[in-house]
């Protein structure tokens, strides 16, 4: 009896099993255990390739004596948690796996498959089972659907009898389609039996570029349990594939020829038939949103679509990819009248959150903008957090929930709102913030306002107390303290020194660091000083370490620090 070859697929073993023996592969079903429905010709095996039932495993083991994780190994049960998800299957009943199958993106009854592959061995991978399968990663080429001989999908068996085994002779001989066709023998020519001859290393391929090649890897690796990334978040495996669904669910929607022009022609094609094939059909599992691609060409489509978020940098260029998208969903349901398509669609959290940064829509916030009078400030006199006063005092009332510094950074954001920046983004951009942060402060902070006319009042008497104070250009302070990273040996000695302090390399960056909080009134943590790596330290030791220094500043030091920090400023033409 063969031995199951790595990643090899329960099918392709019962298979292989089967010709070892000599026998159809329906009583090899019945030799090696497995729990059976059956026909007059045709073997039905329960769950066949996706789980083993308890009958099933318990046979396999007495007939084979293989160890029960091989024997698992080869199920689609594998992939659960990764890129499936089997809730609602249950292995006592029949019936539940129609819903599964329909939902997941797997192939229950057929498979995917390389030629040069099964050419050099019969052996067929489990992953070519998968929904994503899309391209042999080795041979650089396209999987194929279907037979070119007979038109059915491969492995599909009988055509009317899906994932029936053949209990009766004849037998496909090696390397051969072996499906039957409904009427018999094959339109191309069959031979008694009606099985199709055609053989696999004869069916005709499409050549893909390296760089798909390498997306297949990297999906693989994902389903494999790796973690997974979407635009720069690390996610776990069962998000990514859950990100991926939903964004192949936008690309149906909402893409355009302009997503797809430098696609290959056959992704393109694959694309444009779904939209006409959605377009057709109304009702039903393939008019799902969220359905499997029908084929590998479908499939490498939608994954080169989404890659383009999921491989994004950073949160802020996955969002201008989806920006495009969001806009076509929205003016969709605006013209259909009809809600969110999507609503009902599993949404990880970084995906939505750059939807909700992205997406238009009527905010109450935004539309009291109008509302406000114009204030005298220009976003180069807005700080990145909000004085922690001014803060406290006017505008923490109104955004419940939010911790103190992300309060104040999204106050900086509307004050820059008011100055003149149309929407979140653009005012992340005039203030030079970080995108990534800005658009989370917008996006999560911005739902918890109940009185948009009160929050751009108070935001408007801080704009007030700005004035007041004296206008600072906070912007010229960021760009003259930006190459900024430790302070002078000299600058610390004389006042440190007699204060019983040591002068040591993170004291120096430290103070770097509370002279650029203090003049430009940002993030201590994203001073330049915590740029640069610090060696072996880790950025929890060097926020202790943060901590402790400014908490311990003698007031001695800290005003000579700030002497420092206001000739050197000075010295660069800068109050």
């Known amino acids: 009896m063969p031995k199951p070859v790595s990643g090899e697929a329960f099918s392709s073993w019962v298979d292989r099993v089967a010709g070892t023996l000599n026998v159809p592969p329906g009583r090899a079903a019945h030799a090696l255990g497995l729990e059976c429905s059956e026909g007059a010709a045709i073997t039905r095996p329960v769950f066949f390739g996706v789980i083993l039932t308890a009958q099933s495993l318990s046979g396999l083991r007495d007939a084979t004596g293989l160890p029960v994780r091989t024997l698992q190994a080869m199920q689609l049960a594998r992939y659960d948690g990764t890129a499936l998800d089997f ?20 192939l229950t009854t057929s498979s995917r498959a390389c030629p040069y592959c099964l050419a050099e061995t019969p052996v067929w991978p489990l992953w070519w089972r998968l929904g994503i399968a899309a391209v042999c990663p080795v041979h650089r080429c396209l999987l194929i659907d279907l037979c070119p001989a007979c038109s059915i999908r491969l492995r599909r068996g009988n055509h009317s009898n899906q994932r029936g085994l053949l209990s009766r002779p004849p037998l496909p001989g090696p390397g051969e389609c072996g499906n039957r066709p409904p009427g018999g023998p094959s339109a191309r020519g069959g031979r008694r039996g009606g099985l199709c001859p055609q053989q696999y290393k004869d069916m005709p391929t499409v050549a893909v570029n390296d760089s798909l090649a390498v997306l297949q890897l990297q999906v693989l690796a994902i389903a494999d349990g790796a973690e997974g990334s979407v635009a720069g978040t690390s996610v776990s495996s069962s998000d990514w594939f859950a990100s991926l669904r939903l964004l192949t669910a936008m690309a149906r929607l909402a893409s355009d020829e302009t997503d797809v022009s430098v696609f290959p022609g056959y992704m393109a094609q694959a694309v444009a038939e ?13 008019s799902h949103l969220g359905a499997m691609p029908a084929t590998a060409a479908h499939a490498m489509a939608y994954l080169a679509l989404a890659s383009a ?10 969002a201008q990819v989806l920006a495009p998208w969001a806009r076509r969903l929205a003016d969709l349901q605006r013209v259909a009248g009809v809600g969110d398509r999507l609503r009902k669609m599993r949404r990880p959290a970084v995906i939505d959150e750059m939807m909700a940064a992205v997406a238009p829509r009527s905010s109450r916030v935004v539309g009291a903008l109008a509302a406000v009078r114009p204030v005298g400030i220009s976003p180069c006199h807005v700080p990145h957090l909000a004085d922690a006063a001014d803060y406290s005092e006017l505008v923490a009332a109104h955004l419940p929930g939010t ?6 950074r999204f106050t900086a954001l509307a004050l820059a709102r008011l100055a003149g920046a149309s929407s979140w983004p653009l005012a992340a951009e005039v203030l030079g913030m970080d995108g990534g942060k800005a658009i989370r402060a917008a996006t999560k902070v911005v739902r918890r306002i109940s009185d948009a006319d009160a929050f751009w009042e108070r935001v408007t008497l801080v704009a007030e107390r700005l004035q007041e104070r004296g206008l600072v250009d906070y912007a010229a302070r960021r760009a003259g303290l930006a190459d900024l990273c430790e302070l002078p040996e000299g600058a610390l000695a004389p006042v440190f020194r007699p204060l019983g302090m040591s002068v040591t390399p993170q004291r120096r960056r430290h103070a770097a660091a509370w002279i650029w909080q203090r003049f430009t009134s940002g993030d201590p943590h994203e001073a330049p000083a915590y740029v640069q790596e610090w ?33 050197h400023l000075s010295g660069k033409g800068i109050s």
Request: hydrophobic share 45%; charged share 25%; no cysteine.
């Open 87 to 106: 809730a609602g299957l249950e292995p006592s009943d029949r019936t539940s796996m129609r819903l599964v199958a329909l939902r997941e993106w797997m």
């Open 274 to 286: 779904d939209r006409q094939r959605r377009q057709a059909i109304r009702s039903g599992s393939a």
């Open 309 to 318: 978020v999921l491989d994004a940098p950073n949160f802020e260029s996955g």
């Open 403 to 408: 911790s103190p510094l992300w309060g104040r």
């Open 535 to 567: 060696g072996n330290a880790t950025a929890e030791s060097i926020r202790v370490g943060w901590w402790r220094f400014q908490t311990r500043l003698p007031v001695p030091a800290a005003a000579a620090l700030d002497a420092w920090g206001t000739a």
